[in-house]
């Protein structure tokens, strides 16, 4: 049974580095057929795709978020992770990891989700 | 931008209920791409329909996906209490990229 799970700080400082990674288990992220992307959800919000990376580092970001955000994986861990710089308190939210079946882009694995709040 | 859905529906258990989700040619009329998740208070989204109207395997036949131009749209039949849920869309948006509609809230009757 493949599972993501989410892990890292839950605060961030204002104009600081939020940093999460998501552990894959159950199946190896190198072994194709699956982008891993990173979603989150501003509190009673909705969903928000952040950008995703391919097994082999190529990587694809939401406009929005592209100049901050940065999404690479460690296959030697199974994991992949997420950088965001320069956080404001509006991106304090629920930050999911999530499996994106190749070329059909949609998510059918998720984690757990973790909130993240940014705050001096 | 975010795909455009109805912030709220409802209906009573057995009645079926249609949510939209409305984008443009650049997405939802582009690609047949189009998924939908169901999220329940407090838990990660769930995966409903992909590929405009595909069920993944332990979907209830209840739920079920269309298109039509620029909008797609998820029909729920006999709805039941625990349908009661945020929906949301996703499309693919070109250039590998995809987007959300912004949840539209079921409650049941």
């Known amino acids: 049974q493949v599972q993501l799970q989410e892990s890292g700080p839950r605060l961030a400082r204002p104009s600081e580095t939020l940093s999460l990674t998501c552990t894959v288990s159950?199946?190896?992220?190198?072994?194709?057929?699956?982008?891993y992307s990173w979603i989150r959800q501003r509190p009673g919000k909705g969903l928000e795709w952040i950008g995703y990376v391919y097994p082999g580092g190529t990587t694809h970001y939401n406009a929005s978020l592209q100049s901050r955000a940065t999404i690479f994986v460690d296959t030697s861990k199974n994991q992949f992770s997420l950088n965001l710089n320069s956080v404001t308190a509006a991106d304090t939210a629920v930050y999911y990891c999530a499996r994106d079946v190749s070329e059909k882009y949609y998510f059918d694995l998720w984690g757990q989700g973790t909130l993240v709040t940014v705050s001096s | 931008s975010a795909l455009t859905q109805p912030a709220s529906v409802s209906g009573s258990p057995g009645q079926s209920i249609t949510i939209s989700c409305t984008g443009t040619?650049?997405?939802?009329?582009?690609?047949?791409?189009v998924s939908w998740y169901q999220q329940s208070p407090g838990k990660a989204p769930k995966l409903l329909i992909y590929?405009?109207?595909k069920r993944p395997s332990g979907i209830s036949t209840r739920f079920s996906g269309s298109k039509s131009g620029n909008t797609a749209s998820l029909t729920i039949s006999g709805l039941q209490a625990d349908d009661e849920a945020h929906y949301y869309c996703?499309?693919?948006?070109?250039?590998?990229?995809?987007?959300f509609g912004g949840g539209t809230e079921l409650t049941v009757l």
């Open positions: 040619y650049s997405d939802v009329g582009n690609y047949d791409l």
């Open positions: 590929e405009v109207n």
């Open positions: 159950g199946a190896f992220v190198h072994s194709g057929g699956y982008f």
């Open positions: 996703c499309s693919c948006a070109g250039s590998a990229t995809v987007v």
